[in-house]
């Protein structure tokens, strides 16, 4: 069974820190780009930061020059380092990713179940 598991997540006071991380496990065969989106109450889910396998990066408006995503193919997993965090950060977050499950075909894209995050003093 193919699956994105989030961690990392919880409370944090403005200005601080979080790491999450993102594993995907499973029959893979290989990952095309990988990402973070946050979703807040009441809002629509948003894109975090994307990066692609060769590293190539984007980031949505809101966090440029706060976060930094990146990744370990080696262990299928995706990581967002997230520094400088506002009220406004908190919300769910969620990983993604686009898998191949076999050698030929398109790849088929797997969310995470969600992480909190919260910023709060």
């Known amino acids: 069974q193919v699956q994105l598991v989030e961690s990392g997540g919880g409370l944090v006071q403005p200005g601080g820190s979080l790491r999450l991380s993102c594993a995907a496990s499973g029959r893979i065969f290989n990952i095309n780009a990988m990402g973070w989106y946050r979703q807040a109450p009441g809002k629509e889910r948003e894109l975090v930061a994307r990066?692609?396998?060769?590293?190539?990066?984007n980031y949505g408006d809101s966090v440029k020059g706060r976060f930094t995503i990146s990744r370990d193919n080696a262990k299928n997993t995706v990581y967002l380092q997230m520094d400088s965090l506002k009220p406004e950060d908190t919300a769910v977050y969620y990983c993604n990713g686009d898998l191949h499950l076999r050698e030929v075909g398109p790849p088929v894209r797997y969310w995470g179940q969600g992480t909190q995050v919260t910023v709060s003093s």
């Open positions: 990066i692609t396998s060769s590293s190539m990066t």
